[in-house]
């Protein structure tokens, strides 16, 4: 079974561009999350969709958006980019049932110049 | 308030030595736990996971870990650490349904 696959794995940006980073989660899995880690916050949740549907959100300002399409296929999006937007934005999907695992991809690293 | 802490940022240990990454958790609840080990560039892959049970569960690459309610607890171990095992380690726990929460890490380091 594939797993989850983020592109592009790199991206480098001047501030003010948006960005859009997509991700395809293991087949069958409905969810599909999103969080942004940086050597000095961490992993830090950005928001999760299930079924095309928003369900989860975390602090982060509306710059950041997502959406899911009915292949359960993801797209996170970036506006008015800043420098400290630079970060490794990983993306995660997991089956069904609440005790399912996070399955992560391997990120995009994003570099805002 | 929820939570996950790493007490240790970084930890160095020789090869063929036995190793121990702390984790404790804040959760009301009967929380569900993970770690996941994440090599340089890469995403994290999960090592093992907690649901109920034996305290004492088994995970990928000879990796244990055991939990301990009493002291809010969730280490990871590894009788003899490989070079290969050098890489950042994340604890988290499932706080309700759909969300969970991720300690910052521990980076560990293998001398030769």
């Known amino acids: 079974k594939a797993g989850v696959t983020q592109t592009p794995r790199y991206l480098i940006k001047t501030r003010g561009q948006q960005v859009t980073l997509s991700c395809s989660p293991i087949?069958?899995?409905?969810?599909v999350s999103w969080y942004q880690q940086t050597p000095g916050q961490g992993l830090q949740f950005l928001f999760e969709y299930f079924s095309e549907t928003q369900r989860n959100k975390g602090n982060f300002p509306g710059r950041f958006s997502g959406r899911q399409f009915s292949n359960s296929r993801s797209e996170m999006n970036v506006s008015t980019l800043e420098l400290g937007d630079s970060a490794l934005y990983l993306c995660?999907?997991?089956?069904?049932?609440?005790?399912?695992?996070?399955?992560f991809g391997n990120g995009t690293r994003l570099t805002v110049t | 308030a929820q939570s996950v802490t790493q007490p240790d940022i970084h930890i160095t240990v020789s090869e063929g030595a036995s190793l121990e990454l702390r984790c404790n958790y804040s959760?009301?609840?009967?929380?569900?736990l993970f770690w996941y080990v994440q090599s340089p560039g890469q995403g994290l892959q999960l090592l093992l996971k907690y649901f109920s049970g034996d305290t004492l569960v088994q995970g990928i690459k000879g990796f244990e870990a055991e939990f301990k309610r009493s002291q809010s607890s969730f280490n990871l171990r590894k009788p003899s650490v490989h070079w290969s095992d050098a890489a950042e380690y994340f604890c988290a726990v499932g706080a309700g349904t759909y969300k969970y929460i991720f300690g910052t890490g521990t980076r560990l380091k293998v001398l030769a």
């Open positions: 959760y009301g609840a009967t929380p569900y």
């Open positions: 087949s069958g899995h409905r969810s």
């Open positions: 995660a999907s997991r089956g069904t049932g609440g005790r399912s695992p996070l399955h």
